[in-house]
Structure formats: structure tokens, C-alpha cells
């Protein structure tokens, strides 16, 4: 396994940005009958604030399992996971899913809107439930509205929407909350080649001009190229931890 400790620590040194994510020694092992299957096997992984990290790896290889830790979906088996520098390992659900709630903004491949909610209001959804007042989601989803490019279409239903638009919702919706980590799980895989070329360029505008942390997670090598560090996962460990100097930039 490469360990990524010595990446990190010369951008820590060179950068002096808060720590948004640490894995340490992570691993994890399922049940299956009378048999373990070990998913993840000591992982370390650190993302700090402003990076725009791809995760890699072909079916099977763990990346979807730890996708599962990074966003606090699944607990390890052992390691430890802290999220904007707490220690997250051992709290209880209720816990947990606070933290989750406040400092991870998800973007699934499925855009998971509600589809009796029209755009502000699948955007308002996380701030009402975390009881931000309605001035602050008025002047919030306003701002993330025009920053995703959507002011004609705040009124309309998802049903209303193209999947491009649908996942620029998506991306609204967990920016709303001000989290200090976004994951995206394979952003662009419903959507055709141009409108995923219009939405890896809205990342990466959200990362460049906005300062926004994001660990997008992908099968596609050509979506992770528009990343400045690709992390490759096979078998259940990292087998690769390295900045992008081929980065492309999307036209």
C-alpha cells in the first residue's frame, strides 16, 4: 500500500490549510454467511481545505466502501475518521448524523431530488432542516440559484429540468449549508458527454473561485483528470496518491 502521509505533509507544510478529512488505518470487513470479506484494509487518506481530489478504481475495488467512510455513511471495522478535526469514530448515530448533515454536501450520480419540490425549495431543504431562518435560506438559495446558473428556472420541478440542470440543483443543494467537504459519487454518470464537459467545469469553478473542498469519486479516467490529485484504489487500498500535472482544463 502507498501511504499518502508524506503527500500530506509537504501541503501541510507548504499550504498551512486545515485538515478537512483523515482516514487512519481504516479498514473494514463484512460478513457475508460464513465468510469475511475484507473491503478496506488500512486506508490513510488526507484531504485538506481546497483541494480537488478524484478516487478511483474499477468495481470491486473499495472505492465505493470508502466512499461509505468518507461520507460517515458506514462505520470501520478499525482506524480511525475525523472530519474538520474531530474524531468522529465512535459517536453515536445522532451525533454523526449531525455532523454529517452540517459538514458534507453529497451530489449523487441519481441527483436524489424531491420531485414534489420545485428548485428553491429542493435547494432550502437541508437549511430548513438544520432551522436556518428564512431570510438567511431566502438570500442562500438566491445566490447558489444564480451561481449554478439557474434564475429562469427557480420555479420549476425536477420533472421540468434537463439532467445537467437536475444536477446542478443537486450541486446547489449540498452547497447550501456552507459544509466544509463536498463528495460527489460519479456526478456525470447519468448525463451525456457535453453536459458532463458543463458540470466537472462547474466543480471546478465552485473549487477554483470559490475555495470549495471536493473529493469527486469516479470509474471515468477523463473525469479525473480535471482534478488536481488522483488517488487510485485497488483491492481495498491505495495503491496510488499523486498530484495531477496533466490536469486538464475543461473548455
Not at 485538506?48 to 478511483?56: L, M, Q, T
Not at 475518521?81 to 445522532?94: A, C, P, Q, Y
Given at each position: 500500500m502507498?501511504?499518502?502521509?508524506?503527500?500530506?505533509?509537504?501541503?501541510?507544510?507548504?499550504?498551512?490549510?486545515?485538515?478537512?478529512?483523515?482516514?487512519?488505518?481504516v479498514s473494514k470487513t463484512y460478513q457475508m454467511d460464513e465468510v469475511q470479506v475484507q473491503a478496506l484494509k488500512k486506508i490513510d487518506l488526507t484531504v485538506?481545505?481546497?483541494?480537488?481530489?478524484?478516487?478511483?478504481g474499477a468495481s470491486g475495488s473499495g472505492k465505493s466502501t470508502l466512499l461509505n467512510m468518507i461520507g460517515i455513511l458506514d462505520s470501520p471495522t478499525s482506524g480511525t475518521?475525523?472530519?474538520?478535526?474531530?474524531?468522529?469514530?465512535?459517536?453515536?448515530?445522532?451525533h454523526v448524523a449531525r455532523i454529517r448533515g452540517k459538514k458534507i454536501g453529497f451530489v449523487f450520480q441519481a441527483f436524489n431530488l424531491s420531485p414534489t419540490l420545485n428548485v428553491f425549495e429542493n435547494i432550502a431543504l437541508p437549511m430548513r432542516i438544520?432551522?436556518?431562518s428564512e431570510q438567511d435560506i431566502r438570500q442562500k438559495v438566491n445566490q447558489l440559484i444564480?451561481?449554478?446558473?439557474?434564475?429562469?428556472?427557480?420555479?420549476?420541478?425536477?420533472?421540468?429540468?434537463?439532467g445537467g440542470e437536475r444536477q446542478r440543483v443537486a450541486i446547489a443543494r449540498a452547497l447550501s449549508t456552507e459544509?466544509?467537504?463536498?463528495?460527489?459519487?460519479?456526478?456525470?454518470?447519468?448525463?451525456?458527454?457535453?453536459?458532463?464537459?458543463?458540470?466537472?467545469?462547474?466543480?471546478?469553478t465552485l473549487n477554483q473561485s470559490q475555495g470549495k473542498t471536493i473529493v469527486l469519486v469516479t470509474h471515468e479516467p477523463n473525469i479525473a483528470q480535471h482534478c488536481h490529485r488522483?488517488?487510485?484504489?485497488?483491492?481495498?487500498?491505495?495503491?496510488?496518491d499523486k498530484t495531477n500535472r496533466q490536469r486538464r482544463k475543461t473548455k
Open positions: 502507498v501511504s499518502s502521509h508524506s503527500f500530506r505533509n509537504q501541503m501541510d507544510t507548504e499550504n498551512m490549510t486545515r485538515c478537512i478529512l483523515q482516514l487512519e488505518k485538506n481545505e481546497g483541494e480537488f481530489v478524484a478516487i478511483i475518521i475525523r472530519i474538520d478535526g474531530r474524531d468522529i469514530t465512535h459517536l453515536d448515530e445522532s438544520h432551522e436556518f444564480q451561481l449554478v446558473g439557474l434564475d429562469s428556472r427557480k420555479n420549476h420541478l425536477p420533472t421540468q429540468l434537463s459544509p466544509a467537504l463536498v463528495l460527489a459519487d460519479e456526478p456525470t454518470g447519468n448525463l451525456d458527454t457535453k453536459t458532463s464537459k458543463e458540470i466537472i467545469a462547474l466543480f471546478e488522483i488517488v487510485t484504489v485497488r483491492d481495498g487500498t491505495i495503491i496510488s
